[in-house]
């Protein structure tokens, strides 16, 4: 039998996820921020505290994905969160006011509490058992890809200003997801 253990594929999967939440998300959403900043007129701080309580929503939630990952399933829950980070990333084209971006950033977390990293690891260690480290190690360092592909988002940035690229983006995990 010549066909490849579709684990790899899941694998594949959760790589190219992984690298493109990297990209414009984890490392990259710092290349939105002075252009938010700049054509919005929010103070660095107000506009800082929207990452802030992302990270602190993104930790609380963090504890509650196992519990619904069992109750419901990998597939749909990774479908809502893949859903709900895309669709956080094209209203945020769209906000003017400061509860607007944390209203985006709150479901921005919720997205990806449920859409990447947490959902990922357990998917792709449900596939292996014997090879699960490298499995997950592949994947994981599809973050690292991601990082390195942050100044071509910021040429985007550049050339086009951050609303179009920031409503890609959101589109982007939905081709992606």
């Known amino acids: 039998n010549n066909k490849s253990f579709y684990g790899w594929k899941i694998v594949g999967a959760g790589a190219a996820v992984q690298a493109y939440a990297s990209t414009v998300f984890w490392r990259g959403f710092t290349a939105f921020f ?55 990333f094209v209203l945020m084209s769209f906000v003017t006011k400061i509860w607007h971006f944390y209203l985006c950033i709150s479901l921005l977390t919720i997205g990806m ?14 596939w292996f058992i014997e090879k699960r480290r490298l499995a997950l190690s592949i994947m994981m360092a599809a973050s690292g890809l991601g990082g390195l592909l942050v100044p071509l988002m910021v040429q985007l940035i550049q050339n086009f200003g951050w609303r179009p690229v920031i409503m890609f983006a959101g589109i982007g995990f939905w081709i992606i997801g």
Do not use: C
């Open 113 to 126: 509490s449920f859409g990447t990293f947490i959902v990922l690891v357990a998917t792709v260690g449900n």
């Open 34 to 88: 002075d252009p938010i900043v700049e054509s919005l007129g929010w103070s660095r701080a107000l506009t800082a505290a929207g990452m802030s309580l992302q990270r602190s929503e993104g930790g609380m939630i963090s504890p509650f994905v196992g519990f619904i990952l069992n109750r419901y399933g990998i597939r749909k829950v990774m479908a809502f969160g893949i859903f709900t980070t895309g669709a956080s």
